[in-house]
């Protein structure tokens, strides 16, 4: 990206590969960059009743901080699709498998143990939790199976684009899943009665929530539209 300064023009997933922790501020907003990351910026600040020029005003000085230091990710709209896609292997499907199954074992533990204190929350919580985990873990065997191999053997961008078009409707789905968990678990916020294991499991939510977003963000935003 040779933008140096961020505008309420950009598009969401352009802001976002630029300026990679602006993560943090949409994810606190609710801002979804990654299924909607094509919106521009000005759009989804007025869907939250936000002063696009004072929003990225405050985006461009934490922006300036960003670019002076030396520690800064790789940028992956700079990557080759073979880096990216082991970048994307690397980052997150290996640590969202690992996460996938330790909150499987932690869902089930705090609904035998918390059933009394709220069993439609943790019944409707182990449910939908349940599709997204069946969702990924297939979801994962697509592209790694599928549009990965397609991709990297120099297949023909007419196949790869019927591929990303069904892969990016399970993006959605995905997206859609997380927005009902988050909500259902009013941001991640425990209740009065959580025990440690309760709490833990909520903070592991949110990090695969956010690692999930920024996921669907490197594929949606980088390598999906590379065969547009």
Not at 16 to 38: E, H, K, M
Request: proline content about 4%; some cysteine.
């Amino acid at each position: 990206m040779k933008n140096t300064l961020i505008t309420s023009d950009m598009l969401l997933g352009d802001v976002v590969s630029l300026f990679p922790p602006a993560t943090r501020t949409f994810n606190s907003l609710d801002i979804d960059y990654c299924c909607q990351g094509q919106r521009p910026l000005a759009a989804a600040l007025a869907e939250k009743d936000l002063d696009a020029d004072t929003f990225t005003a405050g985006l461009n000085q934490a922006y300036a901080d960003y670019r002076a230091r030396t520690d800064n990710p790789v940028d992956p709209s700079t990557l080759s699709n073979e880096d990216l896609i082991q970048l994307i292997l690397d980052l997150h499907h290996a640590p969202e498998r690992l996460l996938l199954h330790d909150l499987d074992e932690l869902i089930n533990k705090i609904l035998v143990v918390h059933f009394e204190h709220d069993e439609r929350l943790l019944k409707d919580l182990h449910r939908q939790f349940a599709l997204l985990k069946m969702d990924l873990e297939e979801h994962f065997a697509d592209e790694e199976r599928v549009l990965f191999p397609a991709i990297l053997s120099g297949e023909n961008k007419t196949a790869i684009k019927a591929l990303i078009d069904d892969l990016e409707k399970e993006h959605d789905a995905a997206g859609d899943l997380l927005k009902s968990i988050k909500a259902l678990t009013h941001g991640y916020q425990a209740p009065d009665y959580a025990c440690p294991t309760f709490v833990v499991t909520y903070k592991k939510l949110q990090t695969l929530t956010e690692d999930i977003f920024l996921h669907i963000h490197k594929e949606n935003s980088v390598l999906f539209p590379r065969f547009a």
